[in-house]
């Protein structure tokens, strides 16, 4: 059973666009809500996190814009580069330490195109 | 440096075979986790340490285990190897509980 439903499953963007990457979770305990970054060979790298007290978090090139009412957050890049190419992942937590640590969605492919 | 370290990063054995791949981090964090990512690149938690104390389990196989002998080291010691287990295991670590965790690069293991 998925508590976190991500999409696309993939995403190609022109170079200097805007990429979108959505999640809905279930879990209305769920209170830490973190982006990771996978290259290929890699392990994930924390992006971005947004915790629910907040609609909007921003770093760099990187917002999150969340939804509570409508349990929804979503991955914006703007002027999107080829070295954004890799496979993003949301994620939800309880972060009081809650027993099932992140619960992961399954992942965006996103590919820029130069 | 590596704040989080795997090793092996690939590790080929035959089915039935006990294997063990070790972790460890850098960052002085109080707790350390173990995933697997399937081959659809789906992540999904199977253990968290804390202090030493196991703190979660997942619907993991017991032959599972892992094993801690220091706050820096999460070792995960597989029995009696199955293909289902062909997978890639990250360890990862955070400052305590429920806080952002950072992940190492990975074990690639494949069953024969």
């Known amino acids: 059973q998925q508590q976190v439903k991500q999409s696309p499953q993939s995403l190609i963007v022109q170079k200097g666009g805007i990429s979108i990457i959505n999640c809905a979770y279930e879990?209305?305990?769920?209170?830490?809500f973190p982006w990771y970054q996978q290259f290929p060979g890699k392990g994930p790298a924390l992006l971005i996190a947004?915790?629910?007290?907040?609609s909007e978090k921003k770093e760099g090139r990187f917002t999150i814009s969340f939804n509570k009412s409508a349990k929804q957050f979503s991955l914006h890049i703007m002027d999107s580069q080829p070295g954004d190419s890799a496979t993003y992942f949301c994620?939800?937590?309880?972060?009081?330490?809650?027993?099932?640590?992140?619960?992961f969605g399954k992942g965006t492919h996103l590919i820029i195109q130069p | 440096d590596t704040a989080v370290s795997q090793t092996p990063k690939y590790l080929v054995t035959q089915m039935g075979n006990d294997k063990s791949i070790k972790c460890e981090q850098n960052l002085g964090h109080d707790t350390m986790y173990w995933y697997k990512q399937d081959s659809k690149k789906f992540l999904k938690i199977m253990f968290s340490?804390?202090?030493?104390?196991?703190?979660i389990n997942e619907t993991v196989p017991n032959r599972f285990s892992p094993k801690s002998p220091d706050k820096a080291h999460l070792n995960l010691h597989i029995n009696s190897l199955e293909l289902g287990d062909s997978a890639v295991y990250f360890c990862a670590s955070s400052p305590n509980r429920g806080q952002p965790q950072h992940f190492g690069d990975g074990t690639r293991l494949s069953i024969l």
């Open positions: 947004i915790r629910p007290d907040v």
């Open positions: 340490y804390n202090n030493k104390e196991l703190i």
């Open positions: 994620a939800s937590m309880l972060s009081g330490g809650g027993a099932d640590g992140l619960t």
């Open positions: 879990n209305t305990a769920f209170d830490y």
